[in-house]
Structures are given as C-alpha cells and as structure tokens.
T-cell receptor
C-alpha cells in the first residue's frame, strides 16, 4: 500500500516564525503536491513537484516555498508565518499523473498561527 | 469560472437511505477523469471512485456509484444504503488530459442521522 506521511498532525506556531511541513511517500512516486484546505474553498494547490529539484507554482504560492531534494520527500516552507496561513495542509503524491491515476494523500497537518 | 461545482454545502440523510451528492464540471478537453474523495473528521482523504470521460458505463465500487451524464457535464456520487460511518466531507475533482493537476470542488458535508 502507498503510504504518504506528514511530519505533524497538529502544529501551533507564532507569527513570523519559519515553519517546515514535511511530507514523505514510500512508493517512488514522481509527482508530489501541497494543498491547503479551508472551509468552503475545497483544496487549493500551493505547489507541486514532478521530479527532484523541480517545482511548479500552483494557484496560491504566495507566502510559501518548497523543497524537493530527494524523490520521496517534499517540504513546504512558510518563510514567515502569518495568521492567514492558519489552515489544514495536505500533501499528496501520484505516480505518473496519468488521467485516471488517483492521488494518495497524507493525513494532513492542521497548522495554527497565533 | 468554476470548473467543479458542488452545489450542496451540507446534507442530512436518514440511515439506510440512498443519497446523491451533486457535482457538475466544466471543461473543453475531450479527455478527462472525474474523482470522488471522502474526508472523515479525522482529516485523511480517502479515494472512493473515478470515471473516465470515454467510459461507456457508470463506475461502481461497492455501495458507491457514479451517475455520469456527459452531455449535462454532471458526475453525481450515489451512496446506497447509507451508514453512520458515511458522515464526512465529500469532494468531487477533475483531471484534464491537458493539465494533470486535480481541480477540486468546494465539498459537501454529509451527515447521516440514526
């Protein structure tokens, strides 16, 4: 079974802190994604990566950066956390991005920025 | 313009009844896939079912079926014989051949009443 893990289920940080959210998948998937989920807005794509050291901006990249130094790991970085980044963050991976490939999700990280 | 629309923010259904969750989509790409995911209160995203645009038959997976009406651009999820454990958020998503990212609807919160 594909497993996608995220470093924390719950995280509380202060405004201005640098925050790292880690995501690891164990099935050699090429493509990895970071979403944020807010009530009434569904999932919005922050960044995705289709290969090591490759990244593409999603719909809402402002205030975030990412790092993919190894195939299995995709990190989301909040350089200076702000209260409007309080949200649920979901990591996902997919093998090839074929039309009917399902995305596999991690358990999510609920981040609160005070 | 919204590419995926879920018009029901929330629904209450009596246990053992069937329930239909609406999803309409908008695309000009002839090749696309439609997905349904379930998100319980614990937060993890669980893949339920998918339908390809060229599939002739409606997809089914156990108690889940997808009522695919291509001309109307709708892909409603039908859950037969609902159970208390079906209470969750349900998201509809689409992938186009021209863009392998998933596009998400805002979700429907389903509550099953005993």
């Amino acid at each position: 079974d594909v497993k996608v893990t995220q470093s924390s289920r719950y995280l509380v940080k202060r405004t201005g802190e640098k925050v790292f959210l880690e995501c690891v998948q164990d099935m050699d998937h090429e493509n990895m994604f970071w979403y944020r989920q807010d009530p009434g807005l569904g999932l919005r794509l922050i960044y995705f990566s289709y290969d090591v050291k490759m990244k593409e901006k999603g719909d809402i990249p402002e205030g975030y950066s990412v790092s993919r130094e190894k195939k299995e790991r995709f990190s989301l970085i909040l350089e200076s956390a702000s209260t409007n980044q309080t949200s649920m963050y979901l990591c996902a991976s997919i093998w090839t991005g074929g039309l009917l490939d399902e995305q596999f999700f991690g358990p999510g990280t609920r981040l609160t920025v005070l | 313009a919204q590419k995926i629309t879920q018009t029901q923010p929330g629904m209450f259904v009596q246990e053992k009844e069937a329930v239909t969750l609406d999803c309409t989509y908008d695309t000009s790409d002839p090749s696309y896939g439609l997905f349904w995911y379930k998100q319980p209160s614990s937060g993890e995203m669980i893949f339920l079912i998918y339908q390809g645009s060229y599939d002739q038959q409606n997809a089914t997976e156990g108690r889940y079926s997808l009522n695919f009406q291509k001309a109307r651009k709708s892909a409603n999820l039908v859950i037969s014989a609902s159970q208390l454990g079906d209470s969750a958020m349900y998201f509809c998503a689409m992938r186009e051949r021209s863009n392998y990212q998933l596009i998400w609807g805002a979700g429907t919160k389903l509550i099953i009443k005993p």
